[in-house]
């Protein structure tokens, strides 16, 4: 069974940068859906990259596109979120959530459903 836990939030001014990291245990490298969500208070759950391992692809939510960057280190075991161009509205809890196997590439989306570990999430908080 994955396991996922998440790292690196912190506190940053409006423009800076951070990366988030993902470590999987129990993931053999077989294919998968991973996923970085978000949560602000107040607010549901909301999908922000994925990525999808068997063709590579990756998608990204409009309010990020252009500032965030989904990538993964393979023999690591990891999947990481850089972050730039931090905007307040980007802070929040960050979670990382894999699909273990893929499925099909079209159900690998930025939908919370679907994926099947999550990690306990880490927070991010952008000061203007």
């Known amino acids: 069974q994955v396991q996922v836990m998440e790292s690196g939030g912190g506190s940053v001014q409006a423009g800076g940068s951070l990366r988030l990291s993902c470590a999987a245990s129990g993931y053999t490298g077989s294919s998968a859906c991973m996923g970085w969500f978000r949560q602000a208070p107040g607010k549901e759950r909301e999908g922000v990259a994925r990525?999808?391992?068997?063709?590579?692809?990756?998608r990204y939510a409009d309010s990020v596109k252009g500032r965030f960057t989904i990538s993964r280190d393979n023999a690591k075991n990891a999947l990481y979120l850089q972050m730039n161009s931090l905007k307040p509205e980007d802070t929040g809890m960050y979670y990382c959530?894999?699909?273990?196997?893929?499925?099909?590439?079209?159900?690998?989306?930025?939908?919370?459903?679907?994926?099947?570990?999550w990690g306990q999430g880490t927070q991010v908080t952008v000061s203007s």
């Open positions: 959530a894999y699909r273990v196997p893929a499925g099909s590439w079209w159900t690998c989306g930025l939908g919370v459903n679907g994926y099947n570990a």
């Open positions: 990525m999808y391992t068997i063709d590579g692809s990756s």
